[in-house]
């Protein structure tokens, strides 16, 4: 589904990524992880459009959309769920649901109804501004309003990061769900423990190059691993 080859990219003369190959599958859950600053979030922008890689690939169902502007990657069937969110303040639940509606996967399985009846909580707060939400209630918005787009694959930048420890676990059974309904997902986050609940292959990203990849119980076999390149 998505094949990323060489990927290189920076920020001016600073080069971030030297050479990325990662890919996730049709169904697939895939994470993204390493120590902070280690350019997983650079990885997502390069892939999204947002930075223009300097070398490499990004192929998405057989079409190569290397640097091409974030909407046309949108179009092709991607949901990105931002890190920091990026919803749309001064409009409320909603209109943030409505604003980027689409059916880029050709099923329109995702509706109002269906993402409220994933997030209850959006759908109590549908009048609501953005800006009067909880960390965790903006949080559910931006999954939402990424699902409201019917992507084939859905990409989510540290989704639990700085939310209470309740709203983080909904957050992952959201995620779990998600799952066993086939959807493919990319995930970059820090929890460890609960990414191999629910992940098949994982990349694990130091320097800005893929160090090791290797499915779920491959990691929780190799314990040095996790300690060379995942401990903070």
């Given amino acids: 589904m998505l094949e990323v080859t060489g990927l290189e990219a920076g920020y001016g003369a600073a080069q971030v990524l030297f050479g990325i ?40 169902l057989g079409n190569d959309l290397t640097g091409e502007q974030p909407f046309k990657l949108a179009q092709a069937g991607i949901g ?15 209109e943030n649901l409505v604003a980027t509606a689409a059916n ?12 409220y009846e994933l997030f209850p909580a959006l759908a109590e707060r549908a009048d609501n501004l953005g800006s009067q939400l909880s960390g965790g209630e903006q949080q559910m918005l931006a999954i939402a309003r990424a699902l409201m787009t019917n992507p084939r694959l859905l990409i989510l930048d540290e989704a639990t990061e700085g939310l209470a420890p309740l709203v983080r676990e909904e957050i992952w059974k959201c995620l779990s769900m998600l799952k066993q309904s ?7 986050d820090k929890n460890i423990d609960e ?38």
Avoid: Y
């Fill in 21 to 60: 190959d990662f890919s996730v599958a049709a169904g697939q859950v895939a994470t993204l992880i390493g120590r902070n600053g280690m350019g997983k979030t650079t990885t997502v922008k390069s892939v999204m459009g947002l930075i223009k890689p300097t070398g490499g690939h990004v192929c998405f």
């Fill in 182 to 188: 086939g959807e493919a997902i990319l995930v970059i």
């Fill in 195 to 232: 990414l191999t609940r629910i992940a098949d292959h994982h990349f694990v990203l130091e320097k800005g190059s893929i160090v090791w990849h290797g499915n779920n119980d491959q990691l929780l076999a190799d314990t040095s691993v996790i300690d060379s390149f995942l401990h903070l």
């Fill in 104 to 115: 880029h996967s050709g099923s329109a399985r995702w509706t109002l109804e269906t993402v």
């Fill in 80 to 94: 990105l769920v931002p890190e920091g969110r990026m919803i749309f303040p001064t409009l409320n639940v909603r």
